[in-house]
């Protein structure tokens, strides 16, 4: 089946089979492996992109899905060199270890400083329940996500 | 994990979607419990039909003293919705328990009460709050209660080619105290149990309660003999205890790794009398 779909503002059409994953179709079509698989089963979050602005476990949902939407992924969030302030923030309070759950922390980090612009560190914890780090960092992972917030106050 | 092959649409209207229902296809809602079980191969449709373009399926329309969701409106949207936060805070408050966040942006009302999920959080709700259901297929259009549209595990009314079109709850009357409580299941974000309680007050006594549990059984239930131990009560410490202690009363539990039978139980009675105190105190 025959989709077209932005991704990071590039337009990409491609033909694929109606089974195909969106995070196969991002990694193994369009080529942008930032977006990493996990459990594969929705629930490690480690997949996790931006379908129409809403934060998504991109292991459950089809490739067909994302027909005529539009995709952010972790590649499309720094601009010309410069880290998006949610990459700064997890870099300066080591917001990680191995790195692998990442991208899709930083996923949903972005929603939720969408909706929280000052988030209570409830509101943190309870938006990140769907993403798991194995290296045990959530502390710093919730640091990252404050420090973020309190640099966009500024 | 490769789901087996099938053919996909994806229209636009109603209409489109129950003549492709009718010819046998398998609707897709939020797919937030069909495509991993597609990709286990649990389920193993040949044909979908993708209801994420229908407009007229998603919308919360306040109208008279009742609240119309349709079924394609998402978790997030019921979350946060301010008609239902100030009138149906019961839903938006068990909406906001569900899964995690990237689930609640892609999770519908409609598919997750179809999919009938045993543990699912919404199906305690829809008890207390004595929902109704409005069900369509290609030849019909039939209204149900929750009561009678939960059957038993992943099963209810609905026959094939049907599906739901809406969900109708009530607009709480003033001085209404709500509350569900959950032990989730970390791994899953399901419910072990749920419990959703309404309650209102007239002259220093319980004068109305609602109570529905999910995870328990094999289907969602309203426990109604734990309401009509707390009505008339003053709703003391002593009245909530009493109360709480018959919600699992003559219910042949669910047990599974994460909780037994009588655990899940005692789990059940111990969050009833929490939502049940926190309800009143809610209630004025």
Known sequence: MKITCTINGKTYSNDVETRLLLIHYLREVAQLTGSHVGCETSLCGACTVEVNGKAVKSCTMFAVQADGAKITTIEGLASNGTLHPLQEAFWNEHGLQCGFCTPGMIMASKQILERYPNPTEDEIRHGLAGNVCRCTGYQHIVNALKAAAAGARK | ?284
């Open chain 2, 1 to 284: 994990m490769v789901p087996q092959k099938f053919e996909y649409a994806a229209p636009d209207s109603l209409k489109s979607v129950l003549q492709l229902l009718d010819a046998g296809a398998k609707p897709l809602a939020g797919g937030m419990s069909l495509i991993p079980m597609m990709k286990l191969r649990l389920a193993a449709p040949e044909q979908l039909v993708d209801l994420q373009k229908v407009k007229e399926l998603s919308y919360i329309r306040e109208s008279g003293n009742a609240i119309h969701i349709g079924a394609m409106t998402t978790h997030y949207e019921v979350e946060t919705f301010p008609v239902l936060l100030r009138k149906c805070p019961l839903l938006a408050e068990t909406a906001a328990e569900i899964g995690d966040l990237q689930v609640r942006n892609r999770g519908t009302i409609g598919g997750s009460v179809a999919h009938a999920d045993p543990s699912a959080d919404y199906p305690a709700a829809l008890q207390a709050l004595e929902a109704k259901l409005v069900l369509i297929g290609a030849q019909k259009e039939r209204t149900v209660s929750a009561a009678e549209f939960f059957v038993d595990a992943f099963t209810t009314v609905l026959e094939p080619g049907e599906i739901v079109r809406e969900v109708i709850v009530p607009a709480e009357e003033l001085g209404t105290g709500t509350r569900y409580e959950k032990v989730v299941q970390p791994a899953s974000g399901f419910a072990i149990v749920g419990v959703a309680v309404r309650v209102r007050r007239s002259a220093g006594k319980i004068s109305f309660v609602r109570v529905g549990i999910t995870g328990l059984s094999n289907h969602s239930y309203r426990a109604t003999s734990a309401e009509a131990t707390l009505a008339g009560t003053t709703g003391a410490a002593a009245d909530v205890q009493n109360a709480a202690a018959l919600v699992a009363e003559g219910i042949d539990a669910n047990s599974d790794l994460h909780a037994s039978a009588n655990y899940r139980k005692h789990l059940a009675s111990v969050h009833a009398a929490r939502a049940i105190t926190t309800a009143i105190s809610r209630a004025s």
